[in-house]
Protein backbone atom coordinates (compact mmCIF):
# COMPACT_ATOMS: atom_id res chain seq x y z
CA UNK A 1 0.00 0.00 0.00
CA UNK A 2 1.71 3.30 -0.93
CA UNK A 3 1.85 6.14 1.45
CA UNK A 4 0.29 8.58 -0.39
CA UNK A 5 -3.24 6.59 0.13
CA UNK A 6 -3.66 6.99 3.58
CA UNK A 7 -5.70 9.45 5.33
CA UNK A 8 -4.10 8.36 8.78
CA UNK A 9 -1.71 6.18 11.32
CA UNK A 10 -3.87 4.98 14.14
CA UNK A 11 -1.55 4.39 17.34
CA UNK A 12 -2.00 2.54 19.94
CA UNK A 13 -0.07 1.97 23.09
CA UNK A 14 -0.51 -1.00 25.45
CA UNK A 15 0.75 -2.64 28.35
CA UNK A 16 -0.29 -5.66 29.38
CA UNK A 17 -4.56 -6.22 28.51
CA UNK A 18 -5.18 -8.61 26.11
CA UNK A 19 -8.91 -8.46 26.21
CA UNK A 20 -8.97 -4.16 26.24
CA UNK A 21 -6.55 -4.14 23.06
CA UNK A 22 -8.26 -6.88 21.60
CA UNK A 23 -11.80 -4.82 21.96
CA UNK A 24 -10.13 -1.68 20.80
CA UNK A 25 -9.00 -3.43 17.71
CA UNK A 26 -12.03 -4.87 16.75
CA UNK A 27 -13.77 -1.50 16.66
CA UNK A 28 -11.20 0.06 14.57
CA UNK A 29 -11.81 -2.86 12.17
CA UNK A 30 -15.67 -1.80 11.97
CA UNK A 31 -14.51 2.04 11.13
CA UNK A 32 -16.83 4.06 8.14
CA UNK A 33 -13.47 4.79 6.35
CA UNK A 34 -12.43 2.47 4.20
CA UNK A 35 -9.42 -0.13 5.47
CA UNK A 36 -7.05 1.41 2.92
CA UNK A 37 -7.57 4.65 3.82
CA UNK A 38 -6.05 3.74 7.59
CA UNK A 39 -3.31 1.43 9.63
CA UNK A 40 -3.55 0.80 12.64
CA UNK A 41 0.28 0.85 14.39
CA UNK A 42 0.17 -1.17 18.15
CA UNK A 43 2.79 -0.45 20.72
CA UNK A 44 4.00 -3.24 23.05
CA UNK A 45 5.13 -1.61 25.67
CA UNK A 46 7.32 -4.85 27.46
CA UNK A 47 3.79 -6.62 28.05
CA UNK A 48 4.20 -9.52 30.03
CA UNK A 49 1.17 -11.20 29.74
CA UNK A 50 0.04 -12.69 25.94
CA UNK A 51 -0.78 -9.37 24.59
CA UNK A 52 1.36 -9.84 21.59
CA UNK A 53 0.34 -13.38 20.66
CA UNK A 54 -3.28 -11.87 20.84
CA UNK A 55 -2.01 -9.06 18.62
CA UNK A 56 -0.67 -11.67 16.08
CA UNK A 57 -3.38 -13.50 15.86
CA UNK A 58 -6.01 -11.21 15.39
CA UNK A 59 -3.36 -9.63 12.18
CA UNK A 60 -3.24 -12.30 10.65
CA UNK A 61 -7.42 -13.11 11.28
CA UNK A 62 -7.89 -9.55 10.05
CA UNK A 63 -5.58 -9.33 7.22
CA UNK A 64 -7.47 -6.54 5.23
CA UNK A 65 -6.59 -4.54 8.09
CA UNK A 66 -2.96 -2.40 7.96
CA UNK A 67 -1.65 -3.68 11.15
CA UNK A 68 1.98 -3.31 12.62
CA UNK A 69 2.98 -4.38 15.75
CA UNK A 70 6.04 -2.90 17.33
CA UNK A 71 7.48 -3.77 20.55
CA UNK A 72 9.91 -1.88 23.21
CA UNK A 73 11.16 -2.23 26.78
CA UNK A 74 8.67 -0.38 29.30
CA UNK A 75 9.29 2.64 28.75
CA UNK A 76 5.86 4.69 29.23
CA UNK A 77 2.99 5.45 27.25
CA UNK A 78 4.81 8.50 25.91
CA UNK A 79 7.55 6.96 24.52
CA UNK A 80 5.72 4.42 23.18
CA UNK A 81 3.58 7.14 21.27
CA UNK A 82 6.55 8.63 19.95
CA UNK A 83 8.02 5.34 18.30
CA UNK A 84 4.55 5.08 17.00
CA UNK A 85 4.83 7.85 15.61
CA UNK A 86 8.00 7.69 14.02
CA UNK A 87 6.99 4.59 12.22
CA UNK A 88 3.82 6.01 10.99
CA UNK A 89 2.97 6.79 6.98
CA UNK A 90 -0.29 9.06 7.26
CA UNK A 91 0.07 12.34 7.39
CA UNK A 92 -2.29 12.40 10.38
CA UNK A 93 -1.82 11.07 13.60
CA UNK A 94 -4.73 9.42 15.46
CA UNK A 95 -4.15 8.57 19.13
CA UNK A 96 -5.79 6.19 21.07
CA UNK A 97 -5.45 4.12 24.48
CA UNK A 98 -6.07 0.31 24.63
CA UNK A 99 -9.06 0.18 26.75
CA UNK A 100 -10.72 2.45 24.31
CA UNK A 101 -12.94 1.00 21.51
CA UNK A 102 -13.61 4.19 18.69
CA UNK A 103 -17.22 4.05 17.58
CA UNK A 104 -17.56 3.47 13.86
CA UNK A 105 -17.20 6.89 12.67
CA UNK A 106 -14.33 7.82 15.10
CA UNK A 107 -11.46 7.82 12.19
CA UNK A 108 -13.85 10.39 9.90
CA UNK A 109 -14.99 12.60 12.99
CA UNK A 110 -11.38 12.74 14.20
CA UNK A 111 -9.89 13.59 10.68
CA UNK A 112 -12.35 16.15 10.13
CA UNK A 113 -11.40 19.26 11.08
CA UNK A 114 -8.09 18.51 9.29
CA UNK A 115 -9.82 19.96 5.93
CA UNK A 116 -9.09 23.45 7.70
CA UNK A 117 -5.10 24.03 7.02
CA UNK A 118 -4.82 26.22 9.97
CA UNK A 119 -5.84 23.25 12.12
CA UNK A 120 -2.94 21.56 13.94
CA UNK A 121 -4.94 19.35 16.64
CA UNK A 122 -7.77 18.06 17.20
CA UNK A 123 -9.58 16.39 20.64
CA UNK A 124 -12.70 13.86 20.58
CA UNK A 125 -14.62 12.48 23.66
CA UNK A 126 -15.14 9.70 25.67
CA UNK A 127 -18.23 7.40 25.97
CA UNK A 128 -19.04 4.84 28.12
CA UNK A 129 -21.55 1.60 28.78
CA UNK A 130 -20.98 1.32 32.12
CA UNK A 131 -23.80 1.12 34.90
CA UNK A 132 -22.17 1.74 38.28
CA UNK A 133 -22.04 4.92 39.61
CA UNK A 134 -18.36 5.67 39.96
CA UNK A 135 -18.29 5.39 36.52
CA UNK A 136 -21.30 7.08 35.69
CA UNK A 137 -19.66 9.98 37.47
CA UNK A 138 -16.18 10.29 36.12
CA UNK A 139 -18.22 10.29 32.26
CA UNK A 140 -20.41 13.33 33.92
CA UNK A 141 -17.19 14.88 35.01
CA UNK A 142 -15.74 14.51 31.21
CA UNK A 143 -19.13 16.08 29.62
CA UNK A 144 -19.27 18.84 31.73
CA UNK A 145 -15.54 19.60 30.86
CA UNK A 146 -16.73 19.04 27.13
CA UNK A 147 -19.72 21.53 27.56
CA UNK A 148 -16.75 24.29 28.61
CA UNK A 149 -14.82 23.70 25.40
CA UNK A 150 -17.91 23.26 23.06
CA UNK A 151 -18.08 27.39 22.93
CA UNK A 152 -14.32 27.58 21.91
CA UNK A 153 -12.70 28.41 18.58
CA UNK A 154 -9.41 27.45 19.55
CA UNK A 155 -8.13 24.77 22.59
CA UNK A 156 -5.50 24.20 24.27
CA UNK A 157 -5.66 20.71 25.75
CA UNK A 158 -6.07 17.84 23.98
CA UNK A 159 -5.96 14.21 25.78
CA UNK A 160 -4.85 11.69 23.49
CA UNK A 161 -7.79 8.83 24.55
CA UNK A 162 -9.15 10.70 21.36
CA UNK A 163 -6.57 12.85 19.81
CA UNK A 164 -5.47 13.70 16.23
CA UNK A 165 -2.87 15.87 15.12
CA UNK A 166 -0.65 16.46 11.77
CA UNK A 167 2.42 14.11 11.55
CA UNK A 168 5.29 16.96 10.47
CA UNK A 169 4.12 19.24 13.32
CA UNK A 170 4.34 16.21 16.01
CA UNK A 171 7.63 15.53 14.77
CA UNK A 172 8.74 19.02 14.16
CA UNK A 173 7.80 19.41 18.29
CA UNK A 174 9.18 16.02 19.25
CA UNK A 175 6.29 14.50 20.32
CA UNK A 176 5.71 13.73 24.00
CA UNK A 177 8.38 13.96 26.72
CA UNK A 178 9.09 10.59 28.01
CA UNK A 179 10.08 11.67 31.27
CA UNK A 180 6.12 10.96 31.98
CA UNK A 181 6.81 7.46 32.06
CA UNK A 182 3.34 6.33 33.84
CA UNK A 183 -0.46 7.76 31.94
CA UNK A 184 -0.57 11.17 33.51
CA UNK A 185 0.07 14.39 31.56
CA UNK A 186 2.23 13.67 29.31
CA UNK A 187 -0.52 14.62 26.52
CA UNK A 188 -1.35 18.02 28.79
CA UNK A 189 2.03 19.09 28.17
CA UNK A 190 2.14 18.94 24.53
CA UNK A 191 -0.91 20.28 23.47
CA UNK A 192 0.35 22.99 25.67
CA UNK A 193 3.67 23.24 24.04
CA UNK A 194 1.81 23.48 20.97
CA UNK A 195 -0.62 25.90 21.65
CA UNK A 196 2.09 28.69 23.57
CA UNK A 197 3.53 28.36 19.67
CA UNK A 198 -0.24 29.79 18.78
CA UNK A 199 -0.74 26.57 16.89
CA UNK A 200 -4.77 26.09 16.18
CA UNK A 201 -5.97 23.13 18.28
CA UNK A 202 -10.02 22.19 18.29
CA UNK A 203 -12.36 20.31 19.98
CA UNK A 204 -13.69 17.50 17.71
CA UNK A 205 -16.43 16.28 20.15
CA UNK A 206 -18.11 13.72 17.82
CA UNK A 207 -15.03 12.33 17.29
CA UNK A 208 -15.85 9.77 20.18
CA UNK A 209 -14.38 6.09 21.88
CA UNK A 210 -16.13 4.42 24.38
CA UNK A 211 -13.78 3.76 27.47
CA UNK A 212 -13.65 1.59 30.36
CA UNK A 213 -13.59 4.41 33.40
CA UNK A 214 -12.57 3.73 37.29
CA UNK A 215 -15.11 1.34 38.25
CA UNK A 216 -14.56 2.12 42.30
CA UNK A 217 -13.38 5.33 44.38
CA UNK A 218 -9.93 3.80 44.92
CA UNK A 219 -9.21 3.68 41.43
CA UNK A 220 -10.62 6.80 41.01
CA UNK A 221 -8.31 8.14 43.55
CA UNK A 222 -4.91 6.86 42.11
CA UNK A 223 -5.31 7.62 38.76
CA UNK A 224 -6.10 11.75 39.93
CA UNK A 225 -3.23 11.63 42.85
CA UNK A 226 -0.90 10.40 39.78
CA UNK A 227 -2.44 13.02 37.37
CA UNK A 228 -1.80 16.14 40.47
CA UNK A 229 1.69 14.89 41.41
CA UNK A 230 3.02 14.91 37.59
CA UNK A 231 1.50 18.02 37.30
CA UNK A 232 3.55 19.31 39.63
CA UNK A 233 6.53 18.68 37.22
CA UNK A 234 4.38 20.06 34.12
CA UNK A 235 3.70 23.47 35.66
CA UNK A 236 7.27 24.35 36.49
CA UNK A 237 8.01 24.39 32.28
CA UNK A 238 3.97 26.10 31.91
CA UNK A 239 3.18 28.22 34.95
CA UNK A 240 0.79 30.14 32.82
CA UNK A 241 -1.62 26.84 32.78
CA UNK A 242 -1.52 27.03 36.38
CA UNK A 243 -4.33 30.34 36.00
CA UNK A 244 -6.17 28.70 33.27
CA UNK A 245 -6.69 26.15 30.47
CA UNK A 246 -9.53 25.19 28.09
CA UNK A 247 -10.48 22.03 29.66
CA UNK A 248 -9.49 22.31 33.66
CA UNK A 249 -13.03 24.04 35.72
CA UNK A 250 -11.73 27.36 37.47
CA UNK A 251 -14.29 25.89 40.35
CA UNK A 252 -11.81 22.74 40.71
CA UNK A 253 -8.89 25.02 42.00
CA UNK A 254 -11.07 26.79 44.59
CA UNK A 255 -12.06 23.41 45.79
CA UNK A 256 -8.45 22.12 46.41
CA UNK A 257 -7.64 25.60 48.04
CA UNK A 258 -10.58 25.05 50.31
CA UNK A 259 -10.28 21.70 51.38
CA UNK A 260 -6.42 22.58 52.20
CA UNK A 261 -7.83 24.91 54.26
CA UNK A 262 -10.08 22.61 55.78
CA UNK A 263 -7.53 20.13 56.62
CA UNK A 264 -5.26 22.84 58.40
CA UNK A 265 -7.95 23.95 60.33
CA UNK A 266 -10.06 21.46 61.16
CA UNK A 267 -7.35 19.35 63.63
CA UNK A 268 -6.85 23.01 65.36
CA UNK A 269 -9.83 23.67 65.94
CA UNK A 270 -10.65 20.69 67.26
CA UNK A 271 -8.14 21.28 70.39
CA UNK A 272 -10.36 23.96 71.37
CA UNK A 273 -12.22 21.42 73.10
CA UNK A 274 -9.65 20.88 74.91
CA UNK A 275 -8.22 24.83 75.03
CA UNK A 276 -10.87 26.92 74.73
CA UNK A 277 -8.45 29.62 73.30
CA UNK A 278 -9.10 28.09 70.05
CA UNK A 279 -12.54 27.55 69.46
CA UNK A 280 -12.46 30.43 67.18
CA UNK A 281 -11.58 28.51 64.38
CA UNK A 282 -14.61 26.61 64.18
CA UNK A 283 -16.03 29.96 62.03
CA UNK A 284 -13.60 29.66 59.61
CA UNK A 285 -13.67 25.38 59.68
CA UNK A 286 -17.30 26.00 59.47
CA UNK A 287 -17.30 28.85 56.34
CA UNK A 288 -14.96 26.80 54.45
CA UNK A 289 -17.16 23.63 54.46
CA UNK A 290 -19.90 25.70 53.39
CA UNK A 291 -18.19 27.65 50.39
CA UNK A 292 -17.08 23.97 49.34
CA UNK A 293 -20.35 22.66 49.25
CA UNK A 294 -21.50 25.94 47.41
CA UNK A 295 -18.99 25.13 44.69
CA UNK A 296 -20.24 21.70 44.54
CA UNK A 297 -23.75 22.62 43.53
CA UNK A 298 -23.73 23.72 39.69
CA UNK A 299 -22.28 20.23 39.17
CA UNK A 300 -24.00 18.38 41.33
CA UNK A 301 -27.39 19.95 39.85
CA UNK A 302 -26.03 18.31 36.14
CA UNK A 303 -26.00 15.40 38.22
CA UNK A 304 -29.39 15.44 39.31
CA UNK A 305 -30.57 15.93 36.16
CA UNK A 306 -29.11 11.89 34.88
CA UNK A 307 -30.31 10.60 38.56
CA UNK A 308 -30.59 11.29 41.80
CA UNK A 309 -28.03 8.54 43.38
CA UNK A 310 -25.79 10.44 41.67
CA UNK A 311 -26.28 14.03 43.01
CA UNK A 312 -25.96 12.09 46.37
CA UNK A 313 -22.72 10.45 45.43
CA UNK A 314 -21.61 14.05 43.84
CA UNK A 315 -20.05 16.44 47.03
CA UNK A 316 -18.10 13.18 48.60
CA UNK A 317 -16.76 12.30 45.23
CA UNK A 318 -15.69 15.79 44.45
CA UNK A 319 -13.99 15.82 48.21
CA UNK A 320 -12.21 12.88 47.12
CA UNK A 321 -11.23 14.66 43.71
CA UNK A 322 -9.76 17.68 45.53
CA UNK A 323 -8.29 15.58 47.79
CA UNK A 324 -6.21 13.44 45.17
CA UNK A 325 -5.44 16.28 43.34
CA UNK A 326 -4.13 18.56 45.88
CA UNK A 327 -1.94 15.84 48.12
CA UNK A 328 -0.82 14.64 44.59
CA UNK A 329 0.47 18.30 43.53
CA UNK A 330 1.70 18.82 46.73
CA UNK A 331 3.87 15.49 46.61
CA UNK A 332 4.80 16.13 43.32
CA UNK A 333 6.14 19.83 44.30
CA UNK A 334 8.27 18.21 47.09
CA UNK A 335 9.69 15.61 45.11
CA UNK A 336 10.24 17.87 42.11
CA UNK A 337 12.36 20.50 43.84
CA UNK A 338 15.53 19.85 43.06
CA UNK A 339 15.04 18.36 39.35
CA UNK A 340 17.15 19.88 36.74
CA UNK A 341 14.52 21.71 34.40
CA UNK A 342 16.35 21.00 31.71
CA UNK A 343 15.29 21.98 28.07
CA UNK A 344 11.65 22.20 29.24
CA UNK A 345 12.04 25.89 30.66
CA UNK A 346 9.10 28.37 31.06
CA UNK A 347 9.67 31.42 29.00
CA UNK A 348 8.64 33.48 31.27
CA UNK A 349 8.51 31.89 35.22
CA UNK A 350 5.76 32.27 37.63
CA UNK A 351 7.45 35.00 39.87
CA UNK A 352 8.09 37.10 36.37
CA UNK A 353 4.80 36.41 34.71
CA UNK A 354 3.22 38.16 38.50
CA UNK A 355 5.33 40.91 38.46
CA UNK A 356 5.38 41.74 34.62
CA UNK A 357 1.58 41.74 34.76
CA UNK A 358 1.41 44.16 37.78
CA UNK A 359 3.61 46.64 35.74
CA UNK A 360 1.64 46.23 32.54
CA UNK A 361 -1.64 47.42 35.15
CA UNK A 362 0.14 49.94 36.45
CA UNK A 363 1.68 51.43 33.14
CA UNK A 364 -1.21 51.25 31.49
CA UNK A 365 -3.26 53.42 33.98
CA UNK A 366 -0.30 56.23 33.93
CA UNK A 367 0.01 55.88 30.14
CA UNK A 368 -4.13 56.45 29.77
CA UNK A 369 -4.49 59.19 32.64
CA UNK A 370 -0.96 61.14 30.56
CA UNK A 371 -2.24 59.95 26.94
CA UNK A 372 -6.05 60.71 27.59
CA UNK A 373 -5.45 64.66 26.48
CA UNK A 374 -3.05 64.06 23.59
CA UNK A 375 -5.49 61.47 22.45
CA UNK A 376 -8.28 64.15 22.18
CA UNK A 377 -6.51 67.03 19.95
CA UNK A 378 -5.41 64.15 17.87
CA UNK A 379 -9.04 63.02 17.44
CA UNK A 380 -10.06 66.53 16.26
CA UNK A 381 -7.12 66.97 14.17
CA UNK A 382 -7.95 63.46 12.45
CA UNK A 383 -11.59 64.56 11.53
CA UNK A 384 -10.80 67.87 10.48
CA UNK A 385 -8.74 66.39 8.12
CA UNK A 386 -9.98 63.39 6.58
CA UNK A 387 -13.50 61.87 6.96
CA UNK A 388 -13.49 58.49 9.03
CA UNK A 389 -13.45 56.81 12.47
CA UNK A 390 -10.73 58.34 14.68
CA UNK A 391 -9.73 55.02 15.90
CA UNK A 392 -8.65 51.75 13.47
CA UNK A 393 -8.95 48.73 14.91
CA UNK A 394 -7.24 45.37 13.09
CA UNK A 395 -7.20 41.84 14.18
CA UNK A 396 -3.59 41.23 15.69
CA UNK A 397 -2.08 37.64 16.89
CA UNK A 398 -1.44 37.67 20.65
CA UNK A 399 0.11 35.14 23.56
CA UNK A 400 -0.60 31.58 22.23
CA UNK A 401 -2.11 32.60 19.07
CA UNK A 402 -4.87 33.74 20.14
CA UNK A 403 -6.17 36.82 18.36
CA UNK A 404 -7.48 40.11 19.59
CA UNK A 405 -8.30 43.41 18.58
CA UNK A 406 -5.57 46.33 18.55
CA UNK A 407 -6.94 50.01 18.19
CA UNK A 408 -4.69 52.56 17.13
CA UNK A 409 -5.08 56.26 16.39
CA UNK A 410 -6.83 56.14 12.53
CA UNK A 411 -3.43 57.85 10.38
CA UNK A 412 -4.26 56.47 6.67
CA UNK A 413 -6.96 57.11 4.34
CA UNK A 414 -10.26 55.69 4.82
CA UNK A 415 -10.10 53.11 2.07
CA UNK A 416 -6.48 52.78 2.90
CA UNK A 417 -6.78 48.42 2.98
CA UNK A 418 -8.92 48.66 -0.49
CA UNK A 419 -6.07 50.61 -1.91
CA UNK A 420 -3.16 48.40 -0.71
CA UNK A 421 -2.78 45.96 -3.74
CA UNK A 422 -2.29 49.13 -5.64
CA UNK A 423 0.72 49.91 -3.96
CA UNK A 424 2.02 46.20 -2.91
CA UNK A 425 2.35 42.90 -5.07
CA UNK A 426 1.36 41.07 -2.17
CA UNK A 427 1.85 37.59 -4.09
CA UNK A 428 5.07 38.39 -4.91
CA UNK A 429 6.95 39.47 -1.67
CA UNK A 430 10.44 38.67 -0.43
CA UNK A 431 9.30 38.81 2.99
CA UNK A 432 5.67 38.62 4.47
CA UNK A 433 5.78 41.91 6.68
CA UNK A 434 6.20 44.98 4.64
CA UNK A 435 6.98 48.84 5.45
CA UNK A 436 6.00 51.63 2.72
CA UNK A 437 8.19 54.33 3.74
CA UNK A 438 6.48 56.72 1.67
CA UNK A 439 3.24 55.53 1.51
CA UNK A 440 0.87 57.90 -0.17
CA UNK A 441 -1.98 56.20 2.32
CA UNK A 442 -1.04 58.73 5.42
CA UNK A 443 -2.35 61.32 6.00
CA UNK A 444 -0.25 64.78 7.09
CA UNK A 445 -1.78 64.10 10.39
CA UNK A 446 -1.33 61.10 10.41
CA UNK A 447 2.71 61.50 9.49
CA UNK A 448 2.69 63.72 13.06
CA UNK A 449 1.32 60.88 14.97
CA UNK A 450 3.32 58.15 13.40
CA UNK A 451 6.34 60.61 14.28
CA UNK A 452 5.45 60.80 17.62
CA UNK A 453 3.95 57.35 18.07
CA UNK A 454 1.48 58.81 19.73
CA UNK A 455 -1.08 56.84 17.22
CA UNK A 456 -0.38 54.01 19.53
CA UNK A 457 -1.17 55.39 22.92
CA UNK A 458 -4.16 54.06 23.00
CA UNK A 459 -2.84 50.43 23.00
CA UNK A 460 -2.80 50.99 26.89
CA UNK A 461 -5.96 49.92 26.59
CA UNK A 462 -5.26 46.99 25.37
CA UNK A 463 -2.53 46.32 27.78
CA UNK A 464 -4.69 46.63 30.38
CA UNK A 465 -7.07 44.21 29.16
CA UNK A 466 -4.05 41.44 29.59
CA UNK A 467 -4.00 41.47 25.99
CA UNK A 468 -0.90 43.22 25.26
CA UNK A 469 1.79 43.76 27.23
CA UNK A 470 4.19 46.93 27.51
CA UNK A 471 6.99 45.30 26.37
CA UNK A 472 7.05 42.27 24.34
CA UNK A 473 7.44 41.38 20.04
CA UNK A 474 4.78 43.23 18.02
CA UNK A 475 1.43 42.04 17.24
CA UNK A 476 1.31 40.31 14.09
CA UNK A 477 -1.48 40.68 11.52
CA UNK A 478 -2.55 36.88 10.62
CA UNK A 479 -1.53 36.80 7.21
CA UNK A 480 2.40 37.05 8.75
CA UNK A 481 1.67 34.59 10.94
CA UNK A 482 0.35 32.00 8.64
CA UNK A 483 3.79 32.24 6.96
CA UNK A 484 5.87 31.62 9.97
CA UNK A 485 8.13 28.30 10.04
CA UNK A 486 7.60 26.54 13.46
CA UNK A 487 10.91 28.42 15.26
CA UNK A 488 9.45 31.36 14.16
CA UNK A 489 6.37 30.66 16.34
CA UNK A 490 8.07 30.94 19.49
CA UNK A 491 7.88 34.56 19.52
CA UNK A 492 3.89 33.65 20.43
CA UNK A 493 4.45 32.58 23.97
CA UNK A 494 4.63 35.83 25.35
CA UNK A 495 2.27 38.71 25.16
CA UNK A 496 2.96 41.45 21.68
CA UNK A 497 3.94 44.74 23.61
CA UNK A 498 3.73 48.12 23.00
CA UNK A 499 7.56 48.48 22.88
CA UNK A 500 9.92 45.63 22.42
CA UNK A 501 12.97 45.08 20.80
CA UNK A 502 12.33 46.60 17.34
CA UNK A 503 11.16 49.33 18.26
CA UNK A 504 14.54 50.32 19.75
CA UNK A 505 16.75 48.97 17.31
CA UNK A 506 15.60 49.92 14.19
CA UNK A 507 11.92 49.74 13.65
CA UNK A 508 10.37 50.05 10.83
CA UNK A 509 13.92 49.86 8.80
CA UNK A 510 14.82 46.71 9.71
CA UNK A 511 14.00 43.20 7.41
CA UNK A 512 11.82 40.69 8.27
CA UNK A 513 14.24 38.71 9.54
CA UNK A 514 16.20 40.73 11.56
CA UNK A 515 13.40 41.36 13.51
CA UNK A 516 12.30 38.09 13.88
CA UNK A 517 15.84 37.48 15.25
CA UNK A 518 15.79 40.03 17.59
CA UNK A 519 12.42 39.38 18.94
CA UNK A 520 13.07 35.58 19.30
CA UNK A 521 16.36 36.39 21.18
CA UNK A 522 14.37 38.61 23.62
CA UNK A 523 12.29 35.58 24.60
CA UNK A 524 14.84 32.91 25.16
CA UNK A 525 16.93 35.44 27.37
CA UNK A 526 13.94 37.11 28.54
CA UNK A 527 14.61 39.03 31.97
CA UNK A 528 12.80 41.69 34.04
CA UNK A 529 15.78 43.65 33.53
CA UNK A 530 15.38 43.63 29.62
CA UNK A 531 12.09 44.63 29.69
CA UNK A 532 13.21 47.79 31.96
CA UNK A 533 15.93 49.04 29.86
CA UNK A 534 13.65 48.58 26.31
CA UNK A 535 11.24 51.19 28.43
CA UNK A 536 13.95 53.45 28.96
CA UNK A 537 15.30 53.45 25.51
CA UNK A 538 11.46 53.70 23.84
CA UNK A 539 11.67 57.25 24.85
CA UNK A 540 14.69 58.40 23.16
CA UNK A 541 13.61 56.21 20.09
CA UNK A 542 10.11 58.25 20.31
CA UNK A 543 12.21 61.91 20.03
CA UNK A 544 14.41 60.74 17.50
CA UNK A 545 12.00 59.32 15.25
CA UNK A 546 14.17 56.76 13.75
CA UNK A 547 12.47 54.24 11.51
CA UNK A 548 8.97 55.51 11.98
CA UNK A 549 7.11 55.12 8.84
Known amino acids: ?25 NALAAQTVAPGRYEVIVVDDGSTDDTAAMIDRWRRAHSHIQLTLLSQANAGPAAARNRGAAAARAPLLLFTDADCAPTP ?45 AGQAQIDFIDTYSAAYRRAIFLE ?62 IRWHPERMVQDSHTPQVLKVQIVLLAALIALAPLALLGLIWPPLNWLWAPVAAAALLFLLTTLPFVRKLARRSPALALIGPPMLVVRALALGSGYLIGTIHFAGT ?43 KLESPGPVFFWQVRIGENGRPFRIVKLRTMVADAEARLPEL ?38 NVLRGEMSLVGPRPEEERIVRLYQDHHRKRLAVK ?11 RGDLSFAERLQMELDYIEHYSLRKDFEIL ?7 IRGNGAH
Open 1 to 25: MQSETLLCSVIVPVYNGAGTIERCL
Open 105 to 149: TWIEAMTAPFADPDVAGAKGAYVTEQTGLVPRFVQAEYEDRYDRM
Open 173 to 234: NKGFDPIFTTASVEDQEFSFRLAQKGYRLVFAPAARVSHLHDSGVREYFRRKYYIGFWKALM
Open 340 to 382: PPGARQPVISGWQRLVKRTIDIVGALIGLTISIPLVAIAAIAI
Open 424 to 461: VDLEHLEEPAFKLKNDPRVTRVGRILRRTSLDEAPQFY
Open 496 to 506: PGMTGPMQVNG
Open 536 to 542: LRTFPVI
